[in-house]
């Protein structure tokens, strides 16, 4: 495997002593430090399509790079990336410690953190002095990997990782920061959305359950008239109306108690001129991906391509 990683440039913020990436803007109810985004990589080795797994069209982008403190590697950085497919669906991160060479514009790779194996989606990563702490969601095919107790996959963990100056990163205790939201702990809704009245509706997820729990991608909707089933809700980043406001990936939310998530459904650009007539859909089946089947709601509907956005932390379905 190739040592070196050329690129662009780096990106980093640090907020006194400590550095900070957070993947996703408003992605969390919770107080996390502002985004960091980076420009791509020119060459990604060692890390490379290969490294993310035998899915077909496997491509890979630059998440983050964040300084690390050391006496022996004063220009040492962590860098995360994101394995994409062929449909732009996540898939796994890669994280690793490099030293960075800015006269010549590249990097020596040192160590690997997490690996696609561990089938981890990057959310935010802090550095302490030479503490490296990784927050990231899990969908791997055994749902107790991390926790012992899991029920299912999406629930939120922190990785810790000690650096020494010379050697290789020590592990710290993993530890749990969100069960993944199940069906008994959410109550499903709709709402009036932004725009004229009946251009849009909100489902909104709202935490029942008495801990904290995480919701990670899109809805899965499938409208019905009758018996019949209509064309599935296609899955965008956003609309005309709202959803996603920056990037394509959809964020992992952690829902506090009382609190809710949202997603916004709304016509596609085909199908506005069937709003009023054309098509018919009395009610919507709800899933999530972790969860599966949430509920069903019954509203009728005249759209013929409804688009439906990811989830998203609050009730406006827009973040």
């Given at each position: 495997?190739?040592?070196?990683i050329?690129?662009?440039?780096?990106?980093?913020?640090?907020?006194?002593?400590?550095?900070v990436?957070?993947?996703?803007?408003?992605?969390?109810?919770?107080?996390?430090?502002?985004?960091?985004?980076?420009?791509?990589?020119?060459?990604?080795?060692?890390?490379?399509?290969?490294?993310?797994?035998?899915?077909?069209?496997?491509?890979?982008?630059?998440?983050?790079?964040?300084?690390?403190?050391?006496?022996?590697?004063?220009?040492?950085?962590?860098?995360?990336?994101?394995?994409?497919?062929?449909?732009?669906?996540?898939?796994p991160?890669?994280?690793?410690?490099?030293?960075y060479?800015?006269?010549?514009?590249?990097?020596?790779?040192?160590?690997?953190?997490?690996?696609?194996?561990?089938?981890?989606?990057?959310?935010?990563?802090?550095?302490t002095?030479?503490?490296?702490?990784?927050?990231?969601?899990?969908?791997?095919?055994?749902?107790n990997?991390?926790?012992?107790?899991?029920?299912?996959?999406?629930y939120?963990?922190?990785?810790?990782f000690?650096?020494?100056?010379?050697g290789?990163?020590?592990?710290?205790?993993?530890?749990?920061?969100?069960?993944?939201c199940g069906?008994?702990?959410?109550?499903?809704?709709?709402?009036?959305?932004?725009?004229?009245?009946?251009?849009s509706?909100?489902?909104?997820f709202?935490?029942?359950?008495?801990?904290?729990?995480a919701?990670?991608?899109?809805?899965?909707?499938?409208?019905?008239?009758?018996?019949?089933?209509?064309?599935?809700?296609y899955?965008?980043?956003?609309?005309?109306?709202?959803?996603?406001?920056?990037?394509?990936?959809?964020?992992?939310?952690?829902?506090?108690?009382?609190?809710?998530?949202s997603?916004?459904?709304e016509?596609s650009?085909?199908?506005?001129d069937?709003?009023?007539?054309?098509?018919?859909?009395?009610?919507l089946?709800?899933s999530?991906?972790?969860?599966?089947?949430?509920?069903?709601?019954?509203r009728?509907?005249?759209?013929?391509?409804?688009?439906?956005?990811?989830?998203?932390?609050?009730e406006?379905?827009s973040?």
């Open positions: 495997m190739s040592s070196r050329a690129w662009v440039a780096v990106a980093a913020v640090a907020i006194g002593s400590v550095a990436f957070n993947s996703y803007r408003a992605s969390h109810q919770d107080s996390h430090p502002a985004i960091t985004m980076l420009p791509a990589l020119v060459d990604p080795l060692p890390i490379h399509a290969g490294n993310c797994g035998d899915w077909p069209g496997m491509s890979i982008e630059q998440e983050a790079s964040i300084p690390v403190s050391s006496t022996a590697h004063p220009k040492r950085v962590v860098l995360s990336f994101r394995c994409t497919d062929a449909n732009g669906g996540r898939r991160s890669v994280v690793l410690i490099a030293d060479d800015g006269q010549a514009a590249e990097s020596v790779f040192e160590h690997f953190l997490i690996d696609e194996h561990e089938s981890l989606h990057t959310d935010h990563i802090t550095v002095g030479a503490t490296i702490t990784v927050t990231a969601s899990y969908w791997g095919g055994t749902a990997t991390y926790a012992p107790a899991a029920k299912r996959q999406g939120v963990i922190e990785k810790s000690t650096v020494p100056d010379n290789a990163p020590v592990p710290g205790p993993n530890r749990l920061v969100a069960w993944s069906r008994q702990d959410l109550a499903l809704s709709l709402a009036a959305g932004p725009g004229k009245a009946g251009g509706w909100l489902l909104r709202r935490n029942t359950a008495r801990t904290r729990c919701i990670e991608g899109y809805p899965s909707v499938q409208p019905r008239d009758g018996l019949a089933l209509v064309s599935k809700a899955q965008t980043p956003s609309g005309r109306l709202g959803g996603l406001l920056s990037g394509e990936m959809p964020p992992v939310v952690v829902v506090q108690p009382g609190q809710s998530a997603a916004l459904l016509p650009a085909e199908g506005q069937a709003q009023g007539g054309g098509c018919t859909i009395d009610r089946e709800v999530l991906p972790a969860a599966g089947p949430i509920g069903e709601l019954v009728p509907l005249s759209w013929c391509s409804p688009e439906i956005h990811p989830v998203v932390a609050g406006t379905g973040g």
